[in-house]
């Protein structure tokens, strides 16, 4: 099992930058994929990035393509997600989530229902 704590939200003007972090405890980090989600009030949680093991593989919804990064630093049991040129719309509570499994297909892995273990999320607000 393992424990997520996601850190790093706030306010932030539209265009400007934050970087969450995901700290995890527990057992067997580095063997988790990792993903993270937003749900803004009142929408689904959606799908914004997801990372294999590793770190040498990421991918991401279209919406913040070219925009977000996601990293993980295994030796600090820790996954970060880099998010540049802000727009009001990326306002929204993110989670990260670990993944027991390492592949899915394109769908399952952009599916919360997927993934094993969540944090409590951090509030990002971008205004406008």
């Known amino acids: 099992q393992v424990q997520l704590v996601e850190s790093g939200g706030g306010l932030v003007q539209a ?11 527990g057992r067997s980090f580095s063997s988790y994929t990792m993903g993270w989600f937003r749900q803004a ?11 294999n093991s590793s770190g ?12 977000f990064t996601i990293s993980r630093a295994n030796a600090k049991n820790t996954v970060y997600l880099q998010m540049n040129s ?3 719309e990326d306002t ?3 989670y990260c ?14 599916s919360s229902t ?15």
């Open 15 to 25: 265009g400007g930058s934050l970087r969450l972090s995901c700290a995890a405890s």
């Open 41 to 51: 009030p009142g929408k689904e949680r959606e799908f914004v990035a997801r990372i």
């Open 56 to 67: 040498g593989s990421s991918y991401y919804a279209n919406s913040v393509n070219g925009r």
């Open 86 to 88: 802000l727009k009001p």
């Open 92 to 94: 929204a509570i993110y």
């Open 97 to 110: 989530a670990a993944d027991r499994q390492s592949y899915r297909g394109s769908y399952s892995s952009r």
């Open 114 to 128: 997927s993934y094993d273990y969540w944090g409590q999320g951090t509030q990002v607000t971008v205004s406008s």
